[in-house]
């Protein structure tokens, strides 16, 4: 499952985990100060086969703590969130 992270402020509605400040930092997103793991809807895709992932494009890695994080609010969610399949 890939997660994407956007630095567009979410709708309200949106489920989402905001990375913190140090997070941001250290993963250094064209210098932009506030980034979002959008967690409502994620892409179910085989990524070395992914015809979907942009050619070079970095796939995160975030801090143990962080992805804890991210790992429980994504389970505690799990049955609302839209998964979409992006593979054949």
């Avoid at 985990?17 to 967690?39: F, N």
């Avoid at 409502?40 to 703590?65: A, F, Q, R």
Wanted: proline share 7%; hydrophobic share 40%.
């Amino acid at each position: 499952m890939l997660l994407p992270i956007t630095a567009t402020p979410p709708a309200a509605e949106t489920l989402v985990y905001e990375l913190p400040q140090m997070e941001v930092m250290r993963i250094a997103r064209s210098g932009k100060t506030r980034l979002w793991v959008v967690l409502s809807e994620v892409n179910v895709d085989v990524i070395d086969g992914s015809y979907y992932l942009e050619p070079n494009c970095k796939i995160t890695d975030l801090s143990p703590l962080v992805f804890k994080e991210i790992f429980q609010l994504f389970t505690l969610n799990y049955s609302r969130i839209k998964k979409v399949r992006r593979y054949d």
